[in-house]
């Protein structure tokens, strides 16, 4: 079964057939707006689902994934679209210009 079942409409219950989980129907959009107002409260800024879009194509960055996969990840039909994420991350210049100054044995070349 996927993951929204066969059913229309959204969760009317807790009854189910037989080996369904509440994973097996389909959410209303009353528990979403519901689920982001309380996650939006408990870390104290706006939840919703473009945010976590954003944060989800931001990580994709901060660890290095290539902009290719990051695109077939999030769906985009261009490779504009995940690069807009690529600006620089607080202490990401500092990083990069470290690389600059190691040695081939790893030793740190700059002088103090």
């Known amino acids: 079964m996927s993951l929204a079942g066969s059913h229309q409409g959204g969760v009317t219950g807790r009854e189910g057939g037989p ?3 509440m994973f097996d129907r389909p959410v209303g959009l009353g528990v979403l707006r519901r689920l982001f107002t309380v996650a939006s409260r408990a870390v104290g800024f706006p939840v919703n689902p ?3 879009r954003h944060t989800y194509a931001t990580l ?3 660890q ?3 902009d290719r ?3 077939e990840l999030l ?3 261009s490779l504009q679209m995940p690069q807009r994420f690529s600006h620089v991350f607080d202490g990401e210049q500092w990083k ?3 690389k600059l100054f190691l040695t081939d044995n790893g030793d740190d070349a700059r002088v103090p």
């Open 60 to 62: 994709f960055c901060q």
């Open 19 to 21: 080996g369904e989980t």
């Open 96 to 98: 990069a210009a470290a």
């Open 69 to 71: 996969v990051a695109m």
């Open 75 to 77: 769906g985009h039909t």
């Open 50 to 52: 473009p945010c976590l």
């Open 64 to 66: 290095g994934i290539p």
